[in-house]
C-alpha cells in the first residue's frame, strides 16, 4: 500500500556458482557487488553484523591512553606504553583469545598513521617520499616498540625497514573504501612526482583533460597495488596485503589473451563494441567523451614512451607495467586546501577532475562537492579517527596478547612474567584471570561484557589498585545482548547484590569420587617421585615419560627424546599401578579414601551407600 513515490526498486542479485564448500555449508555467496561493480572470490556482500570487537578496541584504545603512567615511569622509558598494563576481560575463551591480535593490528594502524601524520607536520608543507618516510620511520624506536611481524613477535632494528615499508606501501597502495585510512579520509594528500602538465604537453593531449587523466591512470595503478617492488618484501605475503597479495599486479593497455589479464586499460571487445570498466565509466558515461578510446591510448602511450612518467615495466617484462613506488610522495594539506566528497557515495578525496567534478569510484553518478571549510575544521576535531591521527598528544605504543586456557603453561607464564615486567600492555583474558595470579601493579580493566554474576564482577574489578595505587579504574561495556542490557539498565541492584556463599556438596557421589580418586594420584604421584616436589607436572609424566619443553628455535621437544606409548607400554602401566594398589606403599592413599568416603557415608542416599 501507500503512493508510488514511497515505493523504491529492488532488484535480485545474481549469486555465484556453488562450490564444495558452499555445497558442504549449505551456503551461496555474492561475490559480485551490483551497485559499484567489485568483485571478491570470498564475498563481497555480506550479512550485517553489528559485531563487538570495533566498540571493544575503541575502549580499550581510549581508556589505556588514559592510564596513568606507574611510579617508576623513567624505568620503564624503553617499555612499550611506558609500562602502562590493562586487564580486558571476556566471559567467551575464543573471544578472548580473537581480540588480542585483532586489538593489536588497529592499534598499529592508528599508531602508524598518527606518525605518518607527526612526520609531515614537521616536514611544514614539502611532499615526503612514501619509501623515504619508511626508512625515516623505521628508525624511531618509540614506534618500532609498538609493532609486531607476522609471527606475533616484537619487530627488531633488522626487519623494521622492510616492515614499515610494507605496512606504509599497503596503507596507500591497496584498494581503499575502509574510511578510516589517511587518504580515504581526506587527513592525508597522495601525490607523484611526475609532471603531469608537462608530460600533457609534450605528447599533445587533449588540453581541457590530460593531466587529469595521466593522473588518473596512476591513481588506479597505485590503489591497485601494481607497485615495484621493494627490497625484501613479499608480495605474496597476505600479512601486509590480504586480498591483494600476488604478484600478478601490473598493466597493460589491453590483452586478448585467454584467461584475460585483470588489470588493463581498454575493456575487452563484443559482437556490440567494447565492455565496460572504470575507465569507460569515468571517460564515456560521466565525462561525455565519445573519443574515449583514443584518449586511453594516447595516455597510456604517452607514459611507457616516457622516461620521465615513472611508470617502469616489471624485471624481465617488457610489456607489464607497474608504479615506481619511490615516485609517490605524501603531503599534509592545510585546513584552506580544498577537500571534496562525492554527494551520492560519500567518498572524500583532495583531487578532482579539473573539467568536471564528477565522482570517479565505479558505477557512482555522484558528484564532487566542496566541503566548507569551517565544516571540515569542526570534523577534524570532533570524528573520532581524525581526532586520533592529527592530535598533538602521542598514541602509546602496545603489545595486546591472550591469556587462556588454550595456551601451554609455559607461555601463560611467558606472558604473564611480561606483564608484569612492562613488555606487554594488555592481556585479553578469560575467567583464568579472575584469581591465583600476581600481576603486580594494575591501574585498569576493562570488562568486555557484563559478568554473569556480581563474585564475577567483583573478583575482575578487583583485579584493578590491589596495591593501593592512586585511581585504579575499572571500566564495563554493555553488549547489544538481553542479558547485558537488563543488567545495565538495572546497574544499581547489580551491584549492590551480596555474592552467593560459596557451596561444596561433599554428598555428591560423582565428586566424592573424583576426591578419592585424586587422593591416589596424589599418592601415585609421590612413589614416581619418592615424595620429591615437582613442580609444573605434565600428563606424560603419569605414564613415565619425559617433559615436554618448547622454546623459539626447536619448537616442541622431549628432554630424553620422542618416546612411543603404544599397546605394549600401557598394559605395562595398568600392571604398575595395580601392584601399587595391591601393595603396602598404597596403603595410606587407601585409608584416606575411605575415611573420606565413611565421612558422608550417613548423607548418602541409601542406594550409594554400599558403593
Known amino acids: 500500500e501507500g503512493t508510488e513515490d514511497q515505493w523504491f526498486e529492488t532488484w535480485e542479485a545474481k549469486m555465484a556458482d556453488r562450490n564444495d564448500q558452499d555445497q558442504l555449508h549449505n551456503m551461496t555467496r555474492m561475490t559480485t557487488c551490483y551497485a559499484c561493480g567489485s568483485r571478491d572470490p570470498h564475498e563481497v556482500v555480506t550479512h550485517f553484523q553489528a559485531g563487538d570487537n570495533a566498540m571493544s578496541a575503541v575502549i580499550s584504545d581510549t581508556l589505556y ?100 615499508a610494507g605496512l606504509l606501501l599497503a596503507e596507500f597502495c591497496t584498494p581503499g573504501g575502509t574510511r578510516s585510512g589517511l587518504e580515504d579520509l581526506g587527513v592525508v594528500e597522495v601525490n607523484y612526482s611526475t609532471d603531469f602538465q608537462q608530460l600533457s604537453a609534450v605528447s599533445e593531449l587533449q588540453e581541457d583533460i590530460g593531466a587529469d587523466l595521466l593522473r588518473h591512470i596512476f591513481d588506479v595503478i597505485r590503489t591497485n597495488r601494481a607497485i615495484s617492488t621493494y627490497s625484501g618484501l613479499n608480495f605474496n ?113 583532495r583531487w578532482v577532475f579539473q573539467s568536471k567534478n564528477v565522482c570517479r569510484k565505479w558505477n557512482c553518478k555522484g558528484m564532487m562537492e566542496q566541503i566548507p571549510v569551517e565544516k571540515w575544521s569542526a570534523r577534524l576535531a570532533d570524528l573520532h579517527y581524525h581526532h586520533n591521527y592529527t592530535q598533538e598528544h602521542p598514541i602509546p605504543t602496545l603489545i595486546a596478547k ?124 609421590e612413589y614416581l617421585f619418592d615424595g620429591q616436589h615437582q613442580p609444573g607436572l605434565q600428563i606424560g609424566q603419569l605414564f613415565r615419560l619425559s617433559r615436554v619443553t618448547t622454546d623459539k628455535e626447536n619448537g616442541f621437544h622431549m628432554e630424553d627424546g620422542f618416546q612411543d606409548f603404544g599397546e605394549e607400554q600401557a598394559a605395562a602401566f595398568i600392571q604398575e599401578i595395580h601392584q601399587w594398589l595391591n601393595s603396602q606403599l598404597s596403603d595410606e592413599s587407601l585409608e584416606l579414601t575411605e575415611r573420606l568416603s565413611a565421612s558422608v557415608a550417613n548423607s548418602l542416599p541409601k542406594s550409594q551407600q554400599a558403593r
Open 65 to 164: 591512553e588514559s592510564l596513568p603512567l606507574p611510579l617508576d615511569a623513567k624505568l620503564c622509558e624503553t617499555k612499550p606504553g611506558n609500562g602502562r598494563n590493562l586487564l580486558a576481560f571476556s566471559d567467551n575463551r575464543q573471544d578472548a583469545a580473537f581480540f588480542a591480535p585483532s586489538l593489536q593490528r588497529s592499534h598499529e594502524q592508528q599508531l602508524l598513521r598518527w606518525h605518518v601524520v607527526k612526520a609531515l607536520k614537521d616536514a611544514r608543507g614539502k611532499p615526503l617520499s612514501l619509501v623515504g618516510l619508511a626508512t625515516d620511520l623505521s628508525q624511531n624506536d618509540e614506534l618500532i616498540r609498538g609493532l609486531t611481524d607476522e609471527t606475533g613477535n616484537a619487530v627488531n632494528q633488522n626487519n623494521a625497514e622492510r616492515h614499515v
Open 237 to 349: 605475503n597476505e600479512f601486509y596485503w590480504g586480498h591483494y597479495s600476488g604478484n600478478k599486479r601490473y598493466y597493460k593497455l589491453s590483452d586478448d589473451s585467454t584467461p584475460r589479464h585483470r588489470f588493463t586499460l581498454l575493456p575487452s571487445q563484443t559482437n556490440n563494441g567494447h565492455r565496460k570498466n572504470s575507465f569507460v565509466h569515468l571517460l564515456r558515461d560521466r565525462l561525455g567523451l565519445s573519443n574515449w578510446l583514443i584518449l586511453l591510448t594516447d595516455a597510456w602511450t604517452t607514459l611507457i614512451e616516457s622516461t620521465h612518467s615513472n611508470l617502469v615495466s616489471r624485471p624481465g617484462q617488457s610489456h607489464q607495467w607497474v608504479l615506481d613506488n619511490e615516485s609517490i610522495h605524501l603531503t599534509l594539506p592545510s585546513v584552506e586546501t580544498p577537500v571534496y566528497q562525492c554527494s551520492e557515495c560519500g567518498t572524500i578525496n
Open 402 to 525: 591472550e591469556h587462556t586456557a588454550a595456551l601451554s603453561v609455559p607461555l601463560k607464564e611467558e606472558y604473564e612474567t611480561g606483564f608484569r615486567e612492562g613488555s606487554i600492555n594488555i592481556l585479553s583474558c578469560s575467567t583464568t584471570m579472575e584469581m591465583g595470579i600476581d600481576l603486580g601493579d594494575l591501574y585498569g580493566v576493562l570488562l568486555r561484557n557484563v559478568p554473569p554474576g556480581i563474585s564475577n564482577y567483583q573478583q575482575r574489578a578487583g583485579r584493578a589498585g590491589r596495591r593501593g595505587q592512586g585511581a585504579p579504574v575499572s571500566l564495563t561495556y554493555a553488549r547489544n545482548r538481553q542479558y547485558d542490557q537488563v543488567t545495565y539498565n538495572d546497574a544499581d541492584n547489580f551491584l549492590k547484590s551480596p555474592p552467593p556463599t560459596p557451596v561444596v556438596h561433599l554428598t555428591n557421589i560423582r565428586l566424592l569420587r573424583r576426591h578419592q580418586f585424586s587422593i591416589l594420584l596424589s599418592g601415585y604421584f
